[in-house]
Nanobody
Framework: QVQLVESGGGLVQPGGSLGLSCAAS????????MGWYRQAPGKQRELVAV???????NYADSVKGRFTISRDNAKNTVYLQMNSLKPEDTAVYYC???????????WGQGTQVTVSS
C-alpha cells in the first residue's frame, strides 16, 4: 500500500508565494508520475502539475510560469512551489501518485490553499 502525506498550504495574499510538499511511502513499483491536482468549491478536480519518472513535466495552462513542480527521488517527495498566487488558485490541493502495473492512482488527504486579502 502507498501512503501520501502532504504538508504546506494555508492562507496567502494575492501575489504571494506558497510551497507544498508530498512524501510517499510504502511499496511503490512501476511509478509513472507524481503530481498535484486541485478542486475548488463547486468545480471538478483538475490537474495542476505532474512530473514523470523521466523528469518530464506537465502544467495546467492557468499555472504555467507561476508554479514549479520538482521532486526528490531519494525521499520519494514531490514539491510544488506556487508564486504570484491569485484568488482563483484557491482550492484544496491533492497529491497524486500514479503507477503503471497495474494502473492505479493514489491520493493524499488534501491541503487547503486560500488566496485572499
Amino acid at each position: 500500500q502507498v501512503q501520501l502525506v502532504e504538508s504546506g498550504g494555508g492562507l496567502v495574499q494575492p501575489g504571494g508565494s506558497l510551497g507544498l510538499s508530498c512524501a510517499a511511502s510504502g511499496s511503490i513499483f512501476s511509478l509513472n508520475h507524481m503530481g498535484w491536482y486541485r478542486q475548488a468549491p463547486g468545480k471538478q478536480r483538475e490537474l495542476v502539475a505532474v512530473i514523470f519518472v523521466n523528469g518530464h513535466t506537465n502544467y495546467a495552462d492557468s499555472v504555467k510560469g507561476r508554479f514549479t513542480i520538482s521532486r526528490d527521488n531519494a525521499k520519494n517527495t514531490v514539491y510544488l512551489q506556487m508564486n504570484s498566487l491569485k484568488p482563483e488558485d484557491t482550492a484544496v490541493y491533492y497529491c497524486n501518485l500514479q503507477v503503471r502495473h497495474p494502473p492505479r492512482d493514489y491520493w493524499g488527504q488534501g491541503t487547503q490553499v486560500t488566496v485572499s486579502s
